[in-house]
């Protein structure tokens, strides 16, 4: 089963609101929320009081990705904010500290997830795998929304589907960057089994019609 996270980044801030409760009709799976510390990534964006806000307003499970430096001095308050699915990325932090707030989040109830950049190689997920409930591949440069697809991340997709059917068959592979119909079906044909869709999906005419085109890409 196809699921699908539309990023707020591309919703509209001034009537987030209305945005977010539109989701679950239009048919949603999960709220993908971007934090950016303007240090990990060149942009800033939201911070723990806001996702404590769209918990508040959403059933919904938060998808929370944490584009920030040394995401251990936050991931306590990220998880009691109400996330849901919180990510953090491989390249932010050392090995020992990633793996300790890893445990940490699960120790919260909430599901951990890793991230790694385009640039990162397939096998940096591979320390972390057993301790992930997903694993995100950025198929662009993390930080701004309405990029393009980067089609030539597939090899890294494919690949980290292999290790997970083969180490963790109970962890999600999603893909954040340029998705939309046409590349999502080809994420999909490559392993994925979440979406994110930020512009596609909130500037779309029809956002029901394209969430069951994205997830269902066999029609």
């Known amino acids: 089963m196809i699921k699908l996270s539309p990023s707020i980044l591309s919703a509209d801030f001034v009537n987030l609101e209305r945005d977010i ?9 999960y709220v993908h929320v971007d934090v950016m510390d303007g240090l990990f990534v060149p942009n800033i964006t939201i ?10 307003i959403t ?10 430096d040394r995401p251990i001095r936050y991931v306590e308050d990220f998880c009691k904010a109400g996330s ?12 020992e500290n990633t793996l300790t707030a890893l445990k940490r989040i699960r120790e919260l109830g909430v599901k951990a997830a890793i991230s ?9 997920v591979l320390p972390f795998l057993p ?7 950025m198929t662009v440069e ?18 980290i589907r292999q290790w ?3 180490h963790n068959p109970q962890c999600e592979l999603e893909v954040d960057g340029g998705v939309n119909v046409e590349t999502g079906k080809i994420c999909c044909q490559n392993g994925a089994n979440v979406l994110v869709a930020g512009s596609a999906f909130f500037k779309s005419a029809d956002p029901a019609a394209f969430a069951v085109k994205v997830k269902h890409p066999e029609l």
């Not at 409760?21 to 799976?29: H, I, Q, V, Y």
């Open 59 to 68: 059933e919904l499970p938060l998808d929370v990705h944490l584009m920030i």
């Open 142 to 159: 993390p930080g701004f929304g309405g990029q393009a697809f980067m089609e030539d991340m597939m090899p890294k997709l494919k690949q």
């Open 164 to 166: 997970i059917d083969l």
């Open 84 to 95: 849901d699915i919180l990510t953090i990325h491989v390249e932010a932090d050392t090995e």
């Open 47 to 56: 911070g723990i009081p806001v996702v404590a806000a769209i918990r508040r």
């Open 116 to 124: 790694v950049k385009p640039r990162t190689p397939a096998e940096a």
């Open 131 to 137: 301790y992930c409930d997903l694993i995100l591949v």
């Open 21 to 29: 409760r539109a989701l679950s009709p239009a048919g949603a799976d």
